[in-house]
């Protein structure tokens, strides 16, 4: 066993590292629909309350995208599946770009939504580097792979200020391009993907039907705590570029929030694993939760920019430490065969919600403003907290 173990954990290592560069390129794009979107949408809508539409469509677009790139990879193979993906990331931001330079809201969401497309294979990062590792590495791969978003976190903003004027008769588009040029880059990235051995490989098909799976109590708390986690991350992000320009701070400013916000996201991965390893899933999940509850407090205690960005910044960690903890509490709950679908399963249900979240993040802005977006985040917070408490004494009262 310990062969094998080795074997496998060599190759989930190599591949961890590659899926990080790859995490790079690709995560730059959320950060650049997120940065722009809303600000691109107010351009362009007649009703300024679909102003978040496109990064709604963004979400939706994760959403959409995840059972049909789960079904592609598990026929033609997770590489050639990222190959696909990138080339759905080149396309969604030359339309995007080209919905700018036309005046077209409509062109512009499509291109948001399809850009979304692209992330929900890159989603699938985080579980692709577990396939080959053994049980006690799978967290720290999964933290790997979410490393390379320390990269993303720099690179998606920095091209929103170094491209959003290179096209002078399109503001903004050319960050669109920019982030075109990006996928195609993770295309080669992906390439250098190895695929697992037939001998450490899963079976085929098979295994319990996903309605069993899925009524599992971990697994409905472990995706409810990655619900909650990334649509409340996803809830304020959205809604904070816009407050922060409606406060009359500058769009550097907001971007370079954006920026903050996903360097704090990404920047723990370098520990996040171990941390599991020490505390547990469910200790570091709700440690998370308790993280984006404190931004939204920060986030109500005032409106100048240091008070957006230490928002932006413990919603980040929050976000990492919720969603890195219940996507390792999910990987306990299938078996190899059963992967692909319950992976799928689990990553529609949190992206739907994040586009719901992120749709009414900006009818509430604009409603009831920045203080109204904050507070909607605590009791979604506490029923998470409580279905965590209660798995963990479920888990406490089994006899060993």
């Known amino acids: 066993m310990q062969v094998h173990s080795h074997i496998s954990d060599t190759l989930a290592k190599r591949n961890a590292l590659v899926l990080a560069c790859a995490q790079a390129l690709g995560g730059s794009s959320p950060a650049i629909v997120v940065s722009l979107g809303g600000l691109v949408g107010q351009n362009l809508a007649e009703n300024k309350e679909l102003a978040t539409l496109p990064v709604s469509l963004l979400n939706l677009g994760l959403a959409l995208g995840t059972i049909p790139a789960a079904m592609l990879m598990r026929r033609a193979g997770r590489r ?18 080209l919905g700018i330079a036309s005046f077209s809201f409509v062109l512009f969401c499509l291109g948001t939504m399809i850009i979304g497309m692209y992330g929900s294979f890159n989603q699938s990062y985080r579980f692709a580097a577990t396939d080959a590792a053994s049980d006690s590495f799978k967290p720290r791969a999964i933290a790997w792979v979410m490393t390379g978003g320390l990269v993303a976190g720099v690179l998606g903003p920095q091209t929103v200020i170094w491209l959003r004027d290179a096209v002078h008769t399109a503001p903004f588009s050319g960050a669109f391009l920019g982030q075109a040029a990006l996928a ?15 001998g450490i490989a899963p079976k085929a098909g098979g295994g319990r039907p996903l309605g069993e799976i899925v009524r599992q109590p971990r697994f409905v708390v472990a995706a409810v705590a990655g619900l909650v ?9 959205t809604a904070a570029p816009m407050a922060m320009v409606g406060c009359g701070l500058p769009i550097e400013a907001a971007a370079l929030g954006i920026q903050w916000h996903i360097l704090a996201m990404f920047g723990p991965s370098f520990f996040t694993g171990r941390l599991i390893g020490r505390f547990g899933k469910e200790r570091v999940t709700a440690a998370g939760l308790c993280l984006i509850a404190l931004s939204s407090a920060v986030g109500l205690s005032g409106i100048e920019i240091a008070h957006f960005w230490a928002t932006l910044i413990l919603l980040g960690i929050g976000w990492n430490f919720g969603f890195i903890g219940a996507t390792a509490m999910v990987t306990d709950c299938y078996r190899p065969e059963e992967r692909t679908k319950v992976q799928a399963a689990n990553d529609f249900l949190i992206f739907g919600s994040v586009a719901a979240a992120s749709f009414s993040s900006g009818r509430l802005l604009n409603a009831g403003g920045w203080d109204t977006v904050n507070s909607m985040v605590f009791p979604p917070v506490v029923v998470a907290l409580l279905l965590l408490a209660w798995q963990h004494r479920a888990r406490a009262t089994i006899p060993a």
Do not use: E
Request: hydrophobic share 60%; net charge positive; glycine share 14%.
């Open 184 to 198: 195609l880059m993770s295309m080669v990235a992906v390439s250098f993907l190895r695929p697992v051995p037939v």
């Open 229 to 237: 986690s990334y649509a409340l991350m996803s809830f304020v992000m």
């Open 80 to 97: 050639i599946g990222y190959i696909v993906g990138a080339g759905i990331g080149l396309l969604g931001g030359c339309l995007a770009a």
